[in-house]
């Protein structure tokens, strides 16, 4: 059975890269199957603890952007992760499935972790098993997501090909296992957990910051000229444009004039993300121009997208009772389907219930 799952953390400035690059496209899957968006709250004390009242206020936030971007609470399940505990004991599950040397290669640890690895929390080394278990205490098949994220889905599907291998004689004999819709030599003819597709397409899975076209949009990003939060008034945004990064040349007329120029590519990616359009058509309308036209139409655009939607999150601040009330129902929805999940597992591994 088909069902998406993806989640954004509740850190620092949600930006144009999260949008355009995950949120956005979450929108029309909500018409093609079960949709459940997850603020990941558990995520976001892997780099340290923030304070109190910043978690709660962004895990708010991000919700409210959620609902200002279009996911709707009565079509899809909107809840923050913390507050189903299965996510954490799938996860400890999960810890003692992957493998020290799959973790030891995820390149997102090492940039996070910087130089002094021996300091890192253990948090953040795991992390990645957290994520995992996010997708599939709830058997996702789909996970829309950003081309960072991509790794960090292979493993997903590592742990749950090592799961349904290690366990294939258990799933079989107590019964718990789905065939496998794409029948392998690496894979039992029975899954307890599916084979996750990583979603990642379009023309804004890696946007990057607009001070250096060699670096991704990032929330940490210590320049706020570095990216477009989604919290900009529209003055902010039509001056980060104006300001961002470009070389002297005109915009070419083909895609393949854009490599080897990341400043003006990102550029042209984020406009035809923002028009729902492709770099090609872009370069159609824009090829041969000079960048003193192109930004300020880009600007025209990303204030006329944005602006509506930074104007109801702001709305939807106003009534954090209500955020919250939408995060409960979410909440009970998701663990109605997690639970039963967790439930087999602990059948699956052997643990003694005597609940
Ligand atoms: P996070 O919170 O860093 O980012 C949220 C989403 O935004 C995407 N993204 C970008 N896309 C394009 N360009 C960028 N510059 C850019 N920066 C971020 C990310 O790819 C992501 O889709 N580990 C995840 C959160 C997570 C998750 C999950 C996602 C936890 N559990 C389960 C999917 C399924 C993260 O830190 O995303």
């Known amino acids: 059975q088909p069902r998406v799952f993806s989640g954004v953390q509740p850190t620092g400035n949600l930006h144009l890269g999260n949008y355009l690059g995950a949120v956005s496209r979450w929108v029309p899957l909500q018409d093609q199957m ?6 990941v709250d558990a995520h976001a004390i892997t780099a340290g603890f923030p304070g109190r009242a910043e978690l709660t206020n962004a895990t708010r936030e991000v919700t409210a952007a959620y609902m200002a971007a279009g996911i709707d609470p009565k079509r899809s399940i909107i809840f923050n992760q913390s507050q189903v ?15 020290m040397g799959w973790l030891n290669r995820m390149t997102q640890f090492k940039e996070k972790a910087g130089k002094n690895k021996e300091n890192a929390s253990v948090g ?5 098993n957290l994520m995992a278990a996010d ?11 950003g081309d960072d994220q991509k790794q960090h889905l292979e493993l997903t599907r590592d742990i749950a090909a090592k799961f349904n291998n290690d366990f294939a004689d258990r799933i079989k004999e107590l019964g718990l296992g ?23 397409a379009g023309p804004a899975t890696r946007i990057m910051s607009l001070r250096d076209g060699t670096k991704k949009m990032s929330k940490s990003d210590a320049s706020d000229l570095s990216r477009i939060n989604l919290k900009d008034d529209a003055d902010t945004i039509s001056k980060k444009i104006k300001k961002a990064k470009t070389d002297p040349d005109a915009l ?39 960048f003193s036209a192109f930004k300020p139409a880009l600007s025209d655009l990303a204030v006329e997208k944005l602006a509506p939607m930074t104007q109801e999150m702001r709305r939807l601040m106003g009534y954090p009772a209500e955020i919250d ?22 059948q699956i591994i052997g643990f003694l219930d005597v609940r």
Request: hydrophobic share 45%.
């Open 325 to 346: 009330a939408v995060l409960k129902d979410g909440a009970e929805k998701a663990a109605a389907i997690a639970e039963p999940v967790l439930k087999d597992v602990r």
């Open 178 to 200: 789905v065939p496998n819709p794409t029948p392998s030599p690496e894979l039992p003819e029975m899954l307890y957990f599916p084979m996750t597709e990583p979603m990642i």
């Open 124 to 128: 953040l080394f795991a992390y990645p």
């Open 252 to 290: 070419p007329s083909e895609v393949d004039g854009l490599e080897g120029r990341p400043e003006a590519d990102n550029l042209v990616g984020i406009y035809a993300a923002l028009a729902g359009s492709s770099k090609a058509e872009v370069l159609n309308a824009y090829g041969g121009q000079q």
């Open 85 to 99: 505990r299965e996510h954490m004991e799938l996860a400890w599950v999960f810890n003692c499935v992957a493998r």
């Open 34 to 39: 079960p949709t459940i968006f997850c603020v």
């Open 135 to 145: 997708i599939l205490a709830y058997r996702a098949t789909h996970v829309p997501v």
